[in-house]
């Protein structure tokens, strides 16, 4: 077990709260769902971090104080079927960073087991090292849709996750990225961040058809593997119907918690509809991507705060506006 340093730690990913009341780390969450999680009594939140070792255990042997390390959120109980087979991010007693009921990394100094604690490379940074949460989301859903220099890869919403899936994609290989949104700052994020093509989407579903043309011009190829980074009807149904017959459609986002979608026609065309839950065992090659600059993560990272009363309810006030914010940086 190990103590992260106090006012040495990184952390970020804010969720796009209205109305918040902070009493030092602590805050108050009122109706806060995502999936079946709800929070239903105040809770620390936060779960993307790094940060540096100030003690460790009788037992650590890899690690001393002062190494800089990144921290991938999720205890399992390495007792089930999932976790013994590898699939760990399944395990059903999962204790993750700031899913209800167990708190979060947002604070000064957290306790945490050292074989989820990975050193960073000298020339990555901690916040680098916080990125690799986030990152770990694209890294194992590319596993998972087996991307590679011969997929061409279709992406529906440039948020933050969409834009780790692709830049995770190309990292993978990827040859060609069309990424879809709606939104026009969106979309020249993700140009800057390197895909080759942008195609801007309405919230109409009537739309579909219209706006699968315009994605298979951009792509100019067949659609090998769609990922849906939102998770909603419409871009559930838009990612069915770009795909080629024997492509894959990975789910990445949960906007919706059910959805009606025509699968019958995307059975008949065999597409493989496949999700993800978190991520596995994906924490060394995140940061043996940002050690070899396969990936730069640090343009999305747009805001950056201290840990003041001030600074941290300014940090939420920021994310939840949205606008030009992609990733909130903390620094404690």
Known sequence: MMIMEKSRTWLL???????????????LLLTLRCAHFVVEEPMVIGHECAGIIEEVGSEVKALVPGDRVAIEPGISCWRCDHC????????????????????????????HPA??????????????????????VGVHACRR??????????????????????????????????????????????????????????????????????????????VDVTFDCAGFNKTMTTALSATKPGGKVCLVGMGHSEMTVPLTPAA??????????RYKNTWPLCLEFLRSGKIDVKPLITHRYGF???????????????????KVMFNL
């Open 145 to 222: 849709a087996e991307i590679g220099p011969e997929t061409k890869v279709l992406i529906m919403g440039a948020g933050p996750i969409g834009l780790v899936t692709m830049l995770a994609a190309r990292a993978f290989g990827a040859p060609r990225i069309v990424i879809v949104d709606v939104d026009d700052h969106r979309l020249s994020v993700a140009k800057s961040l390197g895909a080759d093509d942008i195609v801007k989407v309405s919230t109409n579903s009537q739309d579909v058809p219209g706006e699968v043309e315009q994605i298979h011009k951009a792509m100019g190829a067949d």
């Open 308 to 326: 003041s009363q001030k600074e941290v309810e300014e940090a939420f006030e920021t994310s939840a506006a949205g606008g030009n914010a992609i």
């Open 84 to 111: 013994k087979q590898g699939r760990y991010n399944l395990c059903p007693d999962m204790k993750f960073f700031a899913t209800p009921p167990v708190h979060g990394s947002l604070a000064n100094q957290i306790v």
């Open 115 to 136: 074989d989820l604690c990975f050193k960073l490379p000298d020339n990555v940074s901690l916040e680098e090292g916080a990125m690799c949460e986030p990152l770990s």
């Open 268 to 277: 008949a065309r065999e597409v493989d509809v496949i999700g993800i839950f």
């Open 13 to 27: 990913g804010l969720l796009p709260l209205t109305h918040s009341r902070f009493s030092h780390s602590t805050f």
